[in-house]
């Protein structure tokens, strides 16, 4: 890549963090562990992050993935263990099979992503600027995909009438963490930092 390219990628970068930083931010600033299990670890969580985030962007969204991962997996076994065992009313168990049908898609998207954060590092090592879009974009909407489809699993699995108590209840509240997780992830790739190149 000549000297030239290599300018302009670099001001494509910092115009690019710069701009995303503020929108970015501003996502940041709502209460976003208010539904979480744990709003009190959740924000602790958070404010580690960013301090992690400065120093390897990187290897932090690979934290969170292989953490939203491990509570998907969970939440799935789980959910298949009420579903055969639970002794479910009939609308609870339509809610839990189709919100493990969420899970899934949530687990396959997660993994997607883990692939795609290795292909980001390879392109910014190689300063390969369309490369690192592709990936970027990637990345984004296999996350989003994920939320969406936990999104279904609170606003149409669990939302259907007379549907509530202890079962309605642990499984949202393993739902909120999920996407916390997810939507973190989302903010970590969208604000790419001064030591992206590291690992």
């Known amino acids: 890549m000549s000297k030239f390219m290599i300018f302009l990628f670099v001001k494509f970068i910092i115009l690019w963090v710069v701009t995303i930083n503020l929108v970015s931010a501003s996502t940041l600033r709502g209460d976003i562990c208010k539904d979480s299990s744990n709003p009190d670890a959740c924000r602790k969580t958070i404010e580690r992050l960013k301090k992690e985030k400065e120093v390897d962007p990187n290897n932090t969204i690979r934290k969170i993935i292989n953490f939203g991962l491990q509570r998907s997996l969970i ?13 479910l009313w009939a609308n609870e168990l339509a809610a839990i099979k189709g919100c493990l049908d969420a899970v899934d898609v949530t687990v ?33 909407t ?14 149409d699995d669990f939302a259907m009438p007379g549907l509530e108590g202890v079962v309605k209840q642990e499984a949202l509240k393993r739902v909120a963490d999920l996407m916390i ?15 992206s190149n590291k690992r």
């Open 75 to 87: 939440l799935k076994t789980n959910m298949t263990d009420w579903a055969r065992h639970g002794n």
């Open 108 to 140: 396959d998207d997660l993994r997607k992503t883990l692939k795609e954060v290795d292909e980001l590092e390879s392109a910014q090592k190689a300063q390969d600027m369309q490369e690192f879009t592709f990936h970027s974009n990637n990345i984004k």
């Open 142 to 155: 296999w996350l989003q995909n994920a939320i969406n489809a936990l999104q279904s699993c609170q606003d």
């Open 181 to 195: 997780a997810t939507q973190l992830a989302i903010w970590t790739i969208e604000f790419p930092s001064r030591g």
